[in-house]
């Protein structure tokens, strides 16, 4: 039984855990919603050789103990994203069209994160 004197360090105790597993829970949904943006792109992008597709990765940016930041990026084809995203001008004339892969990965993305986090917190 807590004595009202240990009652409000009992409180405080149960906030801090609370508080730390909504930071672990927060830490894996950013990860799995990363690692699966990064697939989704990987499987919609444009195949030509397949390189610009394999190219995509998952990196962790910044990791303190409250926060994880991580991007999606295009390791060696960073150039062409911007380019099959939106379509180009060809060089003879014309237009190629483009193939939107990283928008709907991204929209996607926000989505499940929001939904992780809060199914990790309720």
Known sequence: MTSIDNLADEIMQGLQEYA???DDAMKEAVKKTATS????ISANAPKDT?????????????ENSHSLQ???????HY?????????HAKRGGGRVAGKPHIAP???NGAEMLENLIK???S
């Open 79 to 87: 150039r062409l994203a911007h380019l099959l995203e939106k379509g």
């Open 20 to 22: 730390e597993l909504a």
């Open 105 to 107: 990965a991204e929209e």
């Open 119 to 121: 199914g990790a917190l």
């Open 70 to 76: 991580m991007t999606v990026h295009s390791k060696d």
């Open 37 to 40: 943006v990064k697939k989704e």
């Open 50 to 62: 397949g390189a610009y597709g394999k190219s995509w990765k998952a990196t962790k940016v910044k």
